[in-house]
């Protein structure tokens, strides 16, 4: 098995998205991250692009002493002295630079013709290898580039010193079938390739991203340009967790990685917060319902087979188990599991009969909660009784006025009341929940969405909390979101055993 090399772009391609700009100290946060999950190089940035950028990448090298730091440039001397001094402090430095190759890129984006493009790519890796020993060049558009002249410029910049060439799909446009090939192209028209390293850089735009990156790997790339949550541009780059677990899951891939894969749910949750980017509940490996089961032919399987109908053990990506979730199309043995969950002995019978009861309740309620399950059979003390329920709220916010929350609790069957300001009404409420519950609670998702569009419209909020190092999901609707806010924060919280 060959080692398949992880080349995290989050913080430079990741970031370029409007609005997921982050902090010098949130960089920092999600580099240390990264290199715990053993990520073999983690690009900061490009950092002739501000002096923010320049600064991340300053501080990101003085703290991470694991992963290679990497920096990317134009193929333009004063870009590569200003990447070359932000990486001063770093232990383990490569510099990212190159230039577009394509026919458009050339024509349109230089003015230029193909015999200068591959003088300033031979160009600019000469100079960047002045200082540093790890150059890594890229061929911009490289997906759309009419492969003789591709491998011209690769075997060119490999003799002038790149010791990793980076294949980008730029506009994601290739087929896998298309793009494997021009990876296989160029490992058999490169004469000098064994001299370096071929990485992939896959777009998402026609949602191929994964599939381009791993047709490269078989055909012969062995470093991956990824993202965590598939971040990045347009409709993204490819997804790191996506990749991982495919090279893990599927034997026949003759490749490992080293990445500490129990990591990758943690930090695409980290991710999310930072860059305020929610994920799609059904993405491939980190989405909320990537091991849910619903119907009532799955929950069954893998009631009693996990593999029945998972291809990955969830705790592998740091998810503690499988949810069964109970909907309208659950069957007996979803419902008879959560009984056994919530200490609940039934019968046969009696299970017949709180499942017909609870068919009933699913086909007007979407999201059946263990209270319901409880009042199903009757059942209204022990567990119940531990549950927290909200019994009022009042809020004070609007413009000039300093935002207050007011919320009494129902904990235990107590009454209990507490008053918090905040940064805004659902801060405050929060915080007043999370001065009566007396448990170490972490926000780590918070999503709000609309039904309708419409001003009166009923707000969906999805909430995911942390406790102990494990997750807790909470849901709620109403036309008042600061209302549905608070109840699927409480949701979460009544779930902690
Ligand atoms: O997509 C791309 O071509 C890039 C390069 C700058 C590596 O991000
Ligand atoms: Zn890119």
């Not at 992939?200 to 949550?229: F, K, S």
């Not at 129990?262 to 305020?276: A, F, G, P, Q």
């Not at 904990?411 to 940064?423: F, H, L, Q, R, V």
């Amino acid at each position: 098995m060959e080692k398949l090399y992880v080349f995290d772009t989050t913080l430079r391609d990741g970031e370029q998205v409007p609005g997921c700009q982050l902090n010098t100290i949130e960089k920092i946060e999600l580099a240390k991250a990264l290199e715990f999950m053993k990520v073999d190089i983690i690009e900061c940035g490009f950092p002739i692009s501000s002096p923010g950028d320049f600064n991340s990448i300053v501080e990101i090298s003085k703290v991470i002493r694991d992963s290679t730091i990497c920096a990317l440039t134009r193929a333009v001397e004063k870009d590569i002295d200003v990447a070359a001094d932000s990486l001063h402090f770093a232990k383990r430095k490569r510099i990212h630079t190159g230039i577009g190759t394509s026919d458009l890129h050339i024509k349109h984006k230089f003015k230029s013709n193909k015999k200068d493009i591959l003088k300033r790519a031979i160009e600019c890796v000469k100079y960047a290898r002045r200082f540093v020993d790890d150059v890594e060049f890229y061929a911009e558009d490289a997906g759309r580039t009419e492969n003789e002249y591709l491998a011209r410029v690769i075997e060119a910049v490999i003799a002038a010193g790149a010791t990793v060439v980076n294949i980008p799909d730029t506009t994601g446009y290739c087929t896998p079938f298309e793009y494997g090939e021009k990876i296989k192209f160029l490992c058999n028209n490169v004469p000098n390739i064994d001299k370096a390293i071929i990485s992939t850089h896959c777009h998402n735009d026609l949602g191929m991203a994964t599939a381009n990156t791993i047709a490269g790997v078989i055909n012969g790339a062995r470093q991956v340009e990824v993202t965590i949550n598939g971040i990045g541009e347009r409709a993204g780059n490819t997804a790191l967790e996506e990749v991982v677990m495919a090279i893990k899951c599927r034997k026949d891939i003759p490749v490992y990685t080293d990445i500490v894969t129990k990591e990758i749910s943690k930090t695409s949750r980290l991710v999310s917060t930072l860059m305020r980017m929610p994920v799609q509940p059904n993405k491939a490996i980190v989405g909320r319902n990537a091991f849910a089961h619903s119907s009532g032919i799955h929950q069954d399987g893998v009631l009693k087979n996990r593999e029945s109908y998972e291809i990955m053990d969830p705790a592998q990506v740091g998810v503690n188990e499988s949810t069964i979730a109970l909907t309208a199309r659950s069957g007996r043995a979803a419902l008879s599991h959560h009984y056994k969950r919530l200490g609940v002995d039934l019968n046969e019978q009696e299970l017949d009969l709180a499942y017909d009861k609870f068919l009933t309740l699913a086909d007007v309620k979407k999201d059946i909660n263990d209270q319901d399950l409880l009042i199903i059979v009757g059942v209204t003390h022990s567990k119940q009784n531990q549950r927290i329920g909200l019994k009022f709220l009042q809020v004070v916010c609007g413009k000039g006025s300093a935002p207050m929350a007011t919320v009494k609790l129902i904990i235990d069957g107590e009454e209990c009341c507490a008053t918090c300001s905040g940064n805004g009404p659902i801060d405050s409420a929060f915080a007043a929940v999370k001065s009566l519950i007396h448990r170490k609670v972490t926000l780590e998702e918070f999503l709000v969405q609309a039904i309708t569009r419409g001003s009166d419209d009923v707000g969906k909020v999805h909430i995911q909390i942390e406790n102990r190092g494990n997750i807790y999901y909470g849901f709620s609707a109403n036309r008042d979101i600061v209302t549905a806010s608070v109840e699927a924060y409480v949701n979460a919280i009544s779930k902690i055993v």
